[in-house]
């Protein structure tokens, strides 16, 4: 009965792989995010999408490329991985109503990947 | 562009004490400053919310203040316990966007 879910929980590869993360969500909320935390606890957003179309792409690398297949799935792939990308990726999800309103975002438990 | 600056990065309290922790704005469209708080290992979880109609908001031991003029927002913890310590992140979402931009975070640990 997991809210948000996210595999794998750890993630170790090498530089120059390439890596997927999933995150599922049975809230039945219509928007998904995802965000980056880095060594020192900054949490970044990096993308958000609203029933399968993307809303949000912050300045990041076009390695990084997420995809929707539906409102409830929003998966994230990572080609050429690099040191820098060492990171816990949070996905999370809310209910935004069609004005925009912001309301809770729930987060999963994140995926700490590690690149060697 | 958009910014939380939030203080003090690291706060030490004892058991018993009160906590307070700041965080200022620059977008002045901003309408919704949640707080988040991430024990460590853990998730980001929202322990309270404010919009900008309203200056303040309790929940048990919990508080939130908003200066919508000098774009301030203070989380106030009293009567805190070990099981406070942890990671609190305030942030900030502008009208109409969910897109939350978050502070740098305040790791608080309460000492018994």
Same mark, same amino acid.
């Given at each position: 009965?997991?809210a ?6 750890y ?9 997927? #993360? ?6 039945? *909320? ?6 980056k935390?880095?060594s020192?606890?900054?949490?970044? #957003? ?8 993307? #809303?949000?792409?912050e ?13 409830? *799935?929003?998966?994230? *792939? #990572? ?12 996905c ?9 309103k ?15 | 562009?958009?910014?939380?600056e ?5 706060l030490?309290?004892?058991?018993g004490?009160s906590?307070?922790?700041?965080c ?41 203040t ?11 913890i ?35």
């Amino acid at each position: 009965d997991t809210a948000v879910s996210q595999t794998p929980k750890y993630l170790v590869t090498q530089m120059g792989n390439d890596k997927s #993360i999933k995150c599922e969500q049975n809230l039945g *909320h219509d928007t998904m995010y995802w965000y980056k935390q880095d060594s020192k606890k900054f949490l970044k #957003i990096m993308f958000s999408y609203n029933n399968k179309e993307l #809303i949000i792409n912050e300045t990041v690398p076009n390695r990084f490329s997420p995809k929707s297949p539906d409102k409830a *799935h929003l998966n994230l *792939h #990572i080609n050429s991985l690099e040191l820098g990308d060492s990171a816990v990726y949070f996905c999370a999800s809310s209910q935004v109503l069609s004005t925009g309103k912001a309301y809770e975002q729930y987060f999963g438990p994140g995926t700490r990947l590690t690149v060697t | 562009g958009e910014n939380v600056e939030q203080h003090p990065s690291t706060l030490s309290v004892q058991e018993g004490d009160s906590a307070v922790i700041k965080c200022t704005y620059s977008d002045s469209a901003s309408n919704y400053f949640p707080w988040y708080k991430q024990e460590l290992g853990k998730r980001p979880q929202l322990i309270i919310d404010i919009r900008s109609n309203v200056g303040e908001k309790k929940d048990q031991r919990i508080a939130v203040t908003l200066n919508k003029t000098a774009k301030h927002f203070s989380l106030h913890i009293t009567e805190t316990q070990p099981e406070d310590s942890a990671v609190y992140f305030c942030a900030a979402s502008r009208r109409n966007t969910d897109k939350l931009i978050f502070g740098t975070g305040t790791r608080l640990q309460v000492f018994p």
